[in-house]
C-alpha cells in the first residue's frame, strides 16, 4: 500500500511541478540587458561557463545572509554571477527567486553577456568582468507610489527623521548590510522603510551608494517609492512590503528547533502510520492539481471570450467604403491634405458632422489580412489625450483606409521653426506642450496594453488641437514589445538623424531610453525655437546638442532660449534645457525614463543630477539631414502622415 501510493503520489508531484512550470512566467520589475561587453553564442566557452556559475543558484542550500556570488572559467571566457535577496528572506524563499531570475533573465537576455533583473524579492545579475566588491550605481531603476499623501510637509519630516540613520545602520552592517525602520505618519498610518546593500561592499562604497540614490528620490509628495541599482536598495511604503515580525525577531536567529520525543514516543514505523501521512498528501495534491486543471479550462474559455471579444471589436471599427468616399469627396484633390510613403491623407466629414482625416494605404503593403486587423484593433485601444486617435479602418481587396481624428492645427514643427507663427507661441503654451508630449509617451511605454516605442519621435509628429494640445502620430515605425521588454534589435532603422539616439542609428538597438532621446531633443529644439538639423550659431553651421552643451558648460545657458521667450520664467525653462540634457546622455542607462522626466516636469523643487557631455552624430560622420527610409521611397511626411504599426517578427 505503502510503495503504490508514493508510486502515485510521485507521479502526481511531476505532474503539478510541470503544470506549474507551464502556467506560471514571472516578471522582472524591471531587468536590463546591456551590450557594452558584447554577446555569446549558444555553443560558446563563455556560454558554458555562465550555464555553470548559473546552476549554483537552483543548487545551493546554504545561501549566506541572502548573498551568494559565484565565477567560472578563464578569462576572456569566465562567467561571474551574483544573487542578492532581500534581508528578511528565509533562505528556501530566497533560493526559490533566484532560481525564477536565472530563468527568466537568460530567457531575456539570451546573448548578452552581461544582465541584471529585479524582483521585490531578489536580484541577480551576471557580468564576464568582476564585480564582487565593487560598488555601481548603473543600470539603475526607480518607482514611485503617488497615492495622495494627507499632510506633504509632516510627513515629508517624519520620512527625513526615518532616513537619518537608515544609511548609516544599512553600511555598518558586517555580515548583512539591511535595515529597516516603521514610524507613524502624521494621519497615524504607518511609514515602513528599508535600506540593503551587497553584504561585499565596504561600509563607506555601502553608504556612498545609499546616499546617491536617497538624493534622486522626492521626499515631498509621494506615499513611496523604491530605487534600484546593482549594489543597493532602497524603499519605503504607507504599507508593510516586508516581514515585520522577521525583521523584529532578526532575520537571522538560530532556527527554532523541535521539543525531543518524549521517552517511549512509537516512532513512524508502522504501515498504518505512513497511510494516515500519505492518504491525506496524495488526497491534497490531487485537489490541487484539479483546481489547476480547472484554472486552465476557465483561462482557455476567457481567451476564447477575448477573442470574441476581439472580432466584435473588429467589427465595430470597420467603416463602410461609401460612406468614406463620401466623407472626402471621392477622394478628391481638394481634400487632400498632404502625401507620404504609405499614401495619401484626405479629410472628411462624416453625416454627423464630425471631421476625420483618411489615410489611404499604398496597395503595395506586404501585410496580410488578419495581421492588418489585430494591428487596428490594438492601436485603437490606444486611448490617450495626447494620442492622435485611430476611429476606423476599411479593408477589401487591395483597398485598406484608416480613419482617424482630425486635429484641425497643423504639426508642431510648423509652429516653433516659423518666425512669424514662433513668436505667438509663448512658453506657457509650449511648456504645455513639452509636458502633454511627455505624458504621451509614458503612456505608450508603461500604461499602454502593450509597451509601444515610437522609433521616429520628432517635431514634425506632434500634431496641435485647437487647444494647443500635442497628440502624437505616426506609429508607422513603431514597434511593440511584451509589457517587460524595454529594448530590441533590429537590421531595418527607420527614422530621422539627429533625432535619433546613436545606438539606434549605429548599431539598430532600439529601446524605451532611445524614445526618451529623441523627446530630449524635441525639448531643446521647442526651447530654442531652432532644428536639430539645420541650427547655426552666426555665419557657422552647429549641432544644436553640441552648442547646447557648450552653453551649458559654460554657464550661459540662457543663449539656447528663443529670442521671442526672454521675457519668461528663465528658471523654468532652463530646467528644461537641463532636463533635456539628462534625456540625450551618450550612455543609454544614464538617461531619465519618461515616469522621472515627468515628474520632473511637474516637480520644480526635485533636484536634477549634473549631465554629461550628450551624443554626438558628428563624431560619427553621420550625414545630419538625412532620413533613414522604409523599403518605400518615403517622401516628407505631411501633418497628417499617420500610418498603420508594422510589426516585424522577433
Not at 106 to 112: A, D, V
Not at 287 to 308: A, C, S
Not at 477 to 487: G, I, K, P, S, Y
Amino acid at each position: 500500500m505503502l510503495m503504490v501510493s508514493s508510486g502515485i503520489l510521485f507521479s502526481l508531484f511531476l505532474i503539478f511541478v510541470l503544470v506549474y512550470q507551464a502556467t506560471t512566467q514571472p516578471s522582472f520589475i524591471y531587468h536590463y540587458c546591456s551590450n557594452n561587453t558584447g554577446k555569446y553564442t549558444s555553443k560558446s566557452t563563455y556560454k558554458a561557463s555562465l550555464d555553470y556559475v548559473l546552476a549554483n543558484f537552483s543548487s545551493n542550500t546554504g545561501i549566506d545572509g541572502g548573498f551568494d556570488s559565484y565565477s567560472y572559467g578563464q578569462d576572456p571566457d569566465k562567467a561571474y554571477a551574483i544573487g542578492f535577496c532581500r534581508g528578511d528572506l528565509e533562505p528556501d524563499v530566497c533560493l526559490s527567486c533566484l532560481n525564477d531570475s536565472r530563468i527568466a533573465l537568460t530567457q531575456l537576455c539570451p546573448n548578452q553577456k552581461e544582465a541584471i533583473g529585479w524582483y521585490d524579492n531578489c536580484s541577480l545579475r551576471f557580468s564576464n568582468r568582476s564585480m564582487f566588491g565593487v560598488q555601481e550605481s548603473a543600470p539603475n531603476y526607480f518607482m514611485w507610489n503617488k497615492k495622495d499623501v494627507s499632510d506633504v510637509d509632516g510627513y515629508r519630516v517624519v520620512l527625513t527623521n526615518l532616513l537619518s540613520g537608515m544609511i548609516s545602520d544599512a553600511a555598518s552592517g558586517v555580515s548583512l548590510k539591511f535595515a529597516t525602520r516603521t514610524s507613524v505618519a502624521p494621519d497615524f498610518s504607518k511609514i515602513y522603510v528599508l535600506a540593503q546593500c551587497t553584504p561585499n561592499l565596504s561600509e563607506q562604497d555601502c553608504r556612498d551608494c545609499l546616499d546617491l540614490i536617497y538624493a534622486q528620490i522626492p521626499l515631498s509628495g509621494l506615499a513611496g517609492a523604491r530605487a534600484y541599482t546593482p549594489s543597493c536598495n532602497f524603499r519605503f511604503e504607507t504599507y508593510p512590503f516586508f516581514d515585520v515580525a522577521a525583521v523584529v525577531q532578526s532575520p537571522h536567529l538560530p532556527p527554532v528547533l523541535p521539543p525531543p520525543l518524549i521517552k517511549g514516543t512509537k516512532r513512524n514505523t508502522t504501515t498504518r502510520t505512513a497511510i494516515v501521512i500519505v492518504v491525506p498528501t496524495l488526497v491534497v495534491i490531487i485537489l490541487v492539481v484539479g483546481i489547476i486543471y480547472l484554472f486552465l479550462r476557465v483561462r482557455k474559455r476567457k481567451d476564447h471570450l477575448e477573442t470574441m471579444d476581439e472580432m466584435g471589436n473588429v467589427e465595430s471599427l470597420q467603416f463602410d467604403f461609401d460612406v468614406i468616399r463620401a466623407a472626402t469627396g471621392d477622394f478628391s484633390d481638394a481634400n487632400k491634405l498632404g502625401k507620404g510613403g504609405f499614401g495619401p491623407v484626405y479629410k472628411g466629414k462624416l453625416s454627423n458632422g464630425q471631421d476625420i482625416a483618411v489615410k489611404r494605404l499604398s496597395k503595395n503593403s506586404r501585410q496580410g489580412d488578419s495581421e492588418f486587423m489585430n494591428e487596428v484593433v490594438s492601436v485603437a485601444k490606444l486611448q490617450h489625450r495626447n494620442l492622435v486617435r485611430l476611429l476606423g479602418f476599411f479593408l477589401e481587396g487591395n483597398e485598406r483606409l484608416l480613419v482617424y481624428e482630425f486635429v484641425p492645427n497643423r504639426s508642431l514643427d510648423q509652429y516653433i521653426f516659423d518666425p512669424k507663427k514662433s513668436a505667438n507661441l509663448d512658453w506657457e503654451s509650449r511648456y504645455k506642450i513639452i509636458k502633454g508630449i511627455a505624458r504621451g509617451l509614458l503612456y505608450l511605454h508603461e500604461d499602454s496594453r502593450l509597451r509601444i516605442i515610437h522609433r521616429n519621435l520628432k517635431a514634425a509628429n506632434i500634431l496641435l488641437d485647437i487647444e494647443m494640445n500635442p497628440k502624437i502620430l505616426d506609429f508607422g515605425m513603431a514597434r511593440m514589445c511584451v509589457l517587460d521588454q524595454t529594448e530590441g534589435n533590429t537590421n531595418r532603422v527607420v527614422g530621422t538623424y539627429g533625432y535619433m539616439a546613436p545606438e539606434y542609428a549605429m548599431l539598430g538597438q532600439f529601446s524605451i531610453k532611445s524614445d526618451v532621446f529623441s523627446f530630449g531633443v524635441m525639448m531643446l529644439e521647442i526651447v530654442s525655437g531652432h532644428k536639430i538639423t539645420s541650427f547655426r550659431e552666426g555665419e557657422n553651421k552647429e549641432y544644436l546638442l553640441s552648442y547646447a552643451w557648450k552653453n551649458w558648460r559654460e554657464g550661459t545657458a540662457v543663449n539656447l532660449i528663443d529670442l521671442t521667450l526672454r521675457s519668461g520664467p528663465l528658471s523654468e525653462m532652463i530646467r528644461c534645457i537641463h532636463i533635456g540634457l539628462l534625456c540625450v546622455e551618450a550612455n543609454v542607462a544614464d538617461r531619465l525614463d519618461m515616469a522621472s522626466v515627468v515628474l520632473l516636469l511637474n516637480s520644480n523643487s526635485i533636484a536634477l543630477p549634473l549631465p554629461t557631455q550628450p551624443a554626438s552624430f558628428v563624431q560619427y560622420g553621420v550625414p545630419l539631414a538625412t532620413s533613414m527610409k522604409l523599403d518605400t521611397d518615403c517622401k516628407p511626411v505631411s501633418q497628417y502622415e499617420v500610418s498603420i504599426t508594422e510589426l516585424d517578427p522577433r
